[in-house]
Nanobody, 115 residues
Framework: QVQLVESGGGLVQPGGSLSLSCAAS????????MGWYRQAPGKQRELVAG???????NYADSVKGRFTISRNNAKNTAYLQMNNLKPEDTAVYYC?????????WGQGTQVTVSS
């Protein structure tokens, strides 16, 4: 069974940090493109950060310098470290792995930044 399971979301104050995890089964993260996306209420889902099979990373301009994407190949798990969080980072965060024509999504984890 192909599955991505996110964890690590929650409520944090502005300026705080959270670390999200995406554990994969039935699909290999490090041989494919893996991305973290987010969707805020009333907005389209957007790519926040991505990592290629070769290890190259890219980030949305709104999170550059604050978010870091990484992966642990042995654990087949990807991470998103989020620092200096802002209220506008509030959204449901999803991980996604693209394996050729197949695109697999996790169930999402809520991140709320509020005082």
């Amino acid at each position: 069974q192909v599955q991505l399971v996110e964890s690590g979301g929650g409520l944090v104050q502005p300026g705080g940090s959270l670390s999200l995890s995406c554990a994969a089964s039935g699909i290999i993260i490090f041989t494919n493109f893996m991305g973290w996306y987010r969707q805020a209420p009333g907005k389209q889902r957007e790519l926040v950060a991505g990592i290629t099979s070769g290890g190259s990373t890219n980030y949305a301009d709104s999170v550059k310098g604050r978010f870091t994407i990484s992966r642990n190949n042995a654990k087949n798990t990807a991470y998103l470290q989020m620092n200096n969080l802002k209220p506008e980072d509030t959204a449901v965060y999803y991980c996604n792995v693209r394996d050729g024509p197949r695109s697999v999504w996790g169930q999402g984890t809520q991140v709320t930044v509020s005082s």
